[in-house]
């Protein structure tokens, strides 16, 4: 004791370093902590918050706005009309200095003026409904703590948010005054995620839970559709992508602050990561129905070169690529945060004028807070790709992260599919196969006569032989110098440090004849191609040899960065 006072020393000693991880949630603790309140429980809270948020007389320019409120035909229209003028009409801008960093401005002041934070919407949307004759209150919540809060003692400083209860028709509803161009009925309202909250009425005793939505339908829903009916010649891809509920509301905010025109050009040059010969065939267009709350933007490309040169193309459903990322820290002392509630979906649809044979298959992946599930099949000449993704829980305890780790790996291979056409010689070979006994007994005929002609035109078999070895040679050093199929795509660009590095490579690679020979440095044509922070080249030019038109991307890494 000292002067009437008594002081507690609390001492740790040799205490462990806290090691930084990745995602951690905000109600897990990560260092230690000791808590003391001034507040018996939760009620004593809830009655000092009564004080400050008192509904005052409504005053003329209040009263004014509930009556024009009223003229909406049932209390549901005229709950969702007070909701929509505090979140659009009265901009989310706080002043908390003095007693306004926990008390509320008046609302008149508010409505006056067009602005306040949460605390001062809060207030202006409950009069706003009392006037109405709609039971409201301010709730006090957490964006960070959220089922934390069950376990700390009673205290005012656990809040740093305020958001409204109101009961409407019967039916409970949490709704957050300062969440703009919320859209939809009562049906589909979505309750925001901070999972308790302390009503301010001085009646409350406990914290309220507020129920985590339960998506029954994906709220993102990528609808890719490629359509290649030749080899050659160009596609093109539609992209429609749907949202819904807080998906749609994400969209139409992020609309309301970025041009169409913007949105289109972020759009266009992810796909051109993929595709440099991409063009826009259509504007990007949205659909925004309000009443439903859906949202869809359509997206039309086309794409030239759309098969690699040996016939090659590979669909990955990137739309879930977002909620499948492996931690940085798989091995963890706290749990890992993982986004919930999603179900999205991603389907890709190709339409194309061959297609190799495709195998049915059905997968599903359940992992300790998702599920994936990857169906691919064939409908003709169509390829059906469908991809889903549903979160099952909002974090992974550490003694799961391996487990949850090893089934995002699992999903890995399933979340894409590569096609591969056959060449176009195998092509034109079964093309002019003739059907039925004869038309085999022939072929072998043809097939005997073309060996023996070829034997003696090349000298003998001695000559074949020798011919035969040097060419597998040639075709071994190539190798050396054109493995995996370099340059044929963007993404397998040649790195060069210098222009003369890029014509001596350019002599190297071989041609479907076989050839190696450099083309003239006049019949060289160069594009310069820019794929975010890539600096690509793509050289087309024509075989010496055999006359076929090759191409070749390349990066530059040494002369730029020099």
């Given amino acids: 004791m000292l002067n009437g006072e008594r002081e507690i020393i609390l001492e740790r000693h040799h205490v462990p370093a806290v090691r930084h991880e990745d995602d951690v949630p ?18 004593d809270v809830a009655r000092w918050a009564s004080t400050l948020f008192q509904v005052p007389a409504r005053s003329k320019s ?13 209390p549901e229209a005229r709950f969702l009309a007070a909701l929509r003028f505090v979140q659009d009409e009265v901009r989310y801008l706080g002043i908390e200095m003095g007693p306004n960093s926990h008390q509320p401005h008046p609302p008149d002041e508010v409505l006056q003026r067009r602005f306040g934070d949460c605390k001062d919407k809060s207030l202006l949307l409950v009069s706003l409904l009392k006037g109405l004759g709609i039971e409201a209150q301010p709730a006090l919540v957490s964006t960070d703590l959220t089922q934390l809060l069950d376990g700390l003692r009673p205290t005012s400083t656990a809040f740093n948010h305020v958001i409204v209860h109101a009961t409407v028709a019967g039916r409970e509803l949490w709704v957050d005054p300062t969440a703009t161009l919320e859209r939809g009925g009562l049906d589909s309202y979505e309750p925001p995620s901070y999972g308790r909250a302390l009503l301010v009425a001085p009646s409350t005793t406990a914290l309220s839970v507020i129920p985590t939505p339960t998506l ?3 709220s993102i829903f990528v609808d890719e559709t490629y359509v290649s009916m030749g080899r050659d010649g160009a596609s093109t891809l539609d992209v429609v992508t749907t949202r819904t509920g807080a998906a749609a509301n994400s969209m139409r905010r992020a609309l309301a602050g970025t041009s169409l025109s913007e949105v289109s050009r972020l759009y266009f040059n992810y796909y051109a990561k993929t595709d440099a010969d991409i063009s826009i065939a259509k504007p990007l267009t949205v659909d925004d129905d309000t009443v439903t709350n859906v949202l869809v933007t359509q997206e039309h490309y086309r794409i030239e070169d759309f098969w690699s040169s040996d016939g090659r193309r590979e669909f990955r459903a990137h739309g879930l690529r977002q909620y499948l990322a492996v931690p940085n820290y798989s091995h963890r002392a706290f749990p890992l945060e993982v986004e919930h509630p ?16 495709v195998k049915t298959e059905y997968e599903v992946v359940d992992g300790p807070a998702f599920r994936f599930v990857a169906d691919t099949r064939a409908e003709g000449k169509t390829l059906l790709l469908d991809y889903s993704y549903r979160s099952t829980a909002d ?7 391996a487990e949850y780790v090893k089934a995002v790996r699992a999903t890995e291979a399933q979340r894409g599919y590569a096609i591969q056409l056959r060449s176009r010689a195998a092509r034109d070979q079964a093309s002019s196969v003739p059907s039925g006994e004869a038309g085999a007994i022939l072929l072998g005929v043809i097939a005997t006569c ?24 040639r075709r071994a050093f190539a190798r050396k110098f054109d493995a995996d199929h370099r340059g044929d795509s963007a993404g397998t660009a040649i790195p060069i440090t210098s222009p003369q590095e890029l014509l001596s490579t350019l002599g190297r690679l071989r041609c479907a004849c076989g050839a190696t020979r450099e083309a003239p440095r006049e019949s060289l044509r160069h594009e310069a191609v820019i794929l975010g922070d890539r600096h690509l080249t793509l ?13 070749a991307y390349f990066e530059d890494k ?5």
Avoid: M
């Fill in 26 to 43: 905000g109600w897990q603790p990560v260092y230690p902590w000791i808590q003391f309140s001034e507040y018996k429980d939760w009620n």
């Fill in 62 to 74: 209040l009263e004014q706005e509930v009556r024009r409120l009223s003229k909406e035909p049932t």
């Fill in 216 to 218: 029954t339908e994906p």
């Fill in 342 to 357: 999603v179900f999205a979906r991603h389907r890709i649809t190709l339409k194309a004028g061959e297609l190799p044979p």
């Fill in 395 to 401: 974090s992974v305890p550490p003694e799961r992260i």
């Fill in 450 to 473: 073309l060996v023996l002609w070829f034997v003696i035109a090349q000298g003998g078999p001695v000559a074949l032989w020798r011919k035969g070895r040097a060419w597998g040679r």
């Fill in 539 to 551: 050289v087309q030019w024509q075989c010496p040899t055999c006359a076929r038109a090759r191409r």
């Fill in 558 to 562: 040494g002369s730029r960065a020099a």
